[in-house]
């Protein structure tokens, strides 16, 4: 009889998000890998938000708390969530320990399990002397884990970068899979209009959005009809207002928040998806545009034609003319269109998280080979 294994997945993004792409992540593999055959990965958290988990059946290890966001509380029940990892990952003797985050409290005692999942060098690379803490654990992570996985290719070559003596072999690509949005509804009580431009998520900093600002500025004139829907990413700011003044965009831009069946509308209406940033660990919105039939116009920076291939269009994420010049081909070619949605159909058929899953699972066999067990 085969030997059940053990994996534990910690407390920390799941204390941290109530939703987002990396307690998602750990959510999409326990899902996966709860259904294979003598494997049992747990996730002992006590006090969590978390709305992933409140989908799957974690026996007794999740207590719901809606504690609030203060310093100190959450100082508190990051405490007693420590101590209930560890008390589990004892108990059960697990044999692999992945933590969800990057602090290394659980690094000295299994190093020799250890296996961490690196999203992005966002912080290393942007945010520098403003993010010291993080970066060191994160550094810290990297150096004691027995295996790293890497989200893309671009990662990976960015550890390296950034830390050349650390092991090339003991690094692993894998992709994320696909999370579909639900079936598309029509937001209530919304203005959509007749023609738009997608831009979804944060806006600021190397994501990057003045471009599309002033892209859309030089396409008004042409296109009286077209405007520019932001989604998620908070309300304009008094910043981007005074750019979008000086460009005559104030009556030309909407900025709304709405649900996953609301965005799987707005996709599947909007003229293209426009992804304009400068760096991205994997890039998950390329991949919710092809499920959704939308025309992908992406910036050709870090992970972005990796993850997108030929499913997008790309121009440099410095050159507006170049940005407006594709956005004008995709309102003049109906043909080209069309072609982009087929290829952004095709591609996202390389990502699924039954692969990303079993990949991740054969990592940890790995390890378990290399320490014996």
């Avoid at 006090?47 to 207590?63: G, P, T």
């Avoid at 405007?227 to 304009?236: C, N, P």
């Avoid at 209406?269 to 426009?274: E, L, P, S, T």
Wanted: some cysteine.
């Amino acid at each position: 009889m085969k030997k059940t294994i053990k994996i534990a997945f910690d407390y920390q993004i799941f204390q941290e998000q109530r939703f987002g792409g990396v307690s998602r992540y750990f959510y999409e593999l326990y899902k996966e890998m709860s259904s294979y055959e003598n494997c049992r990965v747990y996730i002992p958290v006590l006090f969590s938000r978390n709305a992933y988990l409140k989908q799957i059946d974690v026996c007794r290890e999740l207590r719901d708390f809606k504690f609030n966001r203060n310093r100190f509380v959450n100082m508190f029940f990051s405490f007693i969530n420590r101590l209930y990892v560890r008390y589990t990952i004892k108990r059960q003797k697990m044999d692999i320990v992945h933590p969800t985050w990057n602090h290394g409290y659980l690094n000295e005692e299994y190093k020799d399990r250890l296996v961490v999942t690196i999203h992005d060098m966002i912080h290393e690379i942007y945010w520098g002397d403003t993010a010291q803490k993080g970066i060191e654990r994160k550094r810290k992570m990297i150096y004691d884990a027995k295996a790293i996985i890497a989200v893309s290719e671009n990662t990976k070559k960015d550890i390296l970068k950034l830390y050349p003596d650390v092991s090339e072999d003991k690094i692993k690509v894998i992709y994320h899979g696909t999370n579909h949005l639900p079936q598309p509804t029509k937001p209530v009580g919304l203005r959509i209009p007749s023609q738009y431009i997608l831009f979804v998520g944060k806006r600021s900093d190397y994501k990057n959005a003045e471009i599309v600002y002033e892209a859309m500025s030089s396409l008004t004139a042409s296109y009286p009809e077209l405007y520019l829907f932001l989604v998620g990413g908070g309300e304009i700011s008094g910043r981007e207002w005074e750019v979008l003044d000086q460009l005559q965009l104030r009556h030309r831009v909407i900025q709304e928040n709405v649900n996953d069946a609301e965005l799987a509308y707005l996709y599947s209406h909007a003229v293209c998806f426009v992804y304009p940033s400068k760096y991205e660990g994997f890039g998950f919105p390329l991949l919710e545009a092809f499920d959704n039939n939308c025309p992908v116009v992406s910036s050709n920076a870090s992970c972005l034609p990796e993850i997108g291939a030929d499913g997008a269009l790309y121009f440099n994420p410095d050159d507006e003319a170049e940005l407006k010049g594709i956005i004008e081909r995709i309102l003049e070619d109906e043909e080209l269109r069309e072609n982009c949605v087929i290829r952004g159909r095709e591609r996202i058929k390389a990502f699924s998280w039954e692969k990303s899953a079993r990949e991740t699972f054969e990592v940890y066999r790995e390890v378990m080979d290399g320490i014996g067990i």
